[in-house]
C-alpha cells in the first residue's frame, strides 16, 4: 500500500459509532469526582444522574437493614420504636427458626 493513502477499517473515526457521554473538567473545585456517603458508605459521582440513582436504591435498605416480619408465636421481649425487637428463640421452637437465629455471646 503507497503512502499517504490509508484505509480506516470499518466504523474507525465515524461519528455514528462514538458513544455520546457528559464529560467533566476538574478544575480543583470541591465536590469533584466520587464522594462516599457518611450514612451508608457507598462511594458514588454527585451530581451524575445514574450514579444518584444508584445510591438512592443502596441508601436506604442500607440504613434501614434486614425487614424482619415476624413469626405467628414469637416472644417479644423487648420493643424499641427504630432500634427494632428483642425475641427470645428456645430449643423447643421449629426447627425454621431455630435456622434464622445465632446463640447470643
Do not use: I
Request: proline share 7%.
Amino acid at each position: 500500500m503507497p503512502m499517504g493513502k490509508r484505509k480506516a477499517g470499518p466504523g474507525k473515526g465515524s461519528k455514528t459509532d462514538r458513544k455520546a457521554g457528559q464529560m467533566f473538567l476538574d478544575l480543583g473545585q470541591r465536590g469533584f469526582g466520587a464522594s462516599r456517603c457518611p450514612v451508608c458508605g457507598m462511594l458514588y459521582a454527585k451530581g451524575h444522574d445514574e450514579d444518584e440513582k444508584l445510591h438512592r436504591s443502596f441508601h436506604l435498605p442500607a440504613v434501614q437493614g434486614l425487614k424482619f416480619q415476624g413469626w405467628v408465636q414469637q416472644r417479644v421481649l423487648l420493643s424499641e420504636p427504630f432500634q427494632g425487637k428483642l425475641l427470645m428463640v428456645v430449643m423447643t421452637d421449629p426447627v425454621s427458626q431455630l435456622k434464622k437465629v445465632h446463640p447470643a455471646n
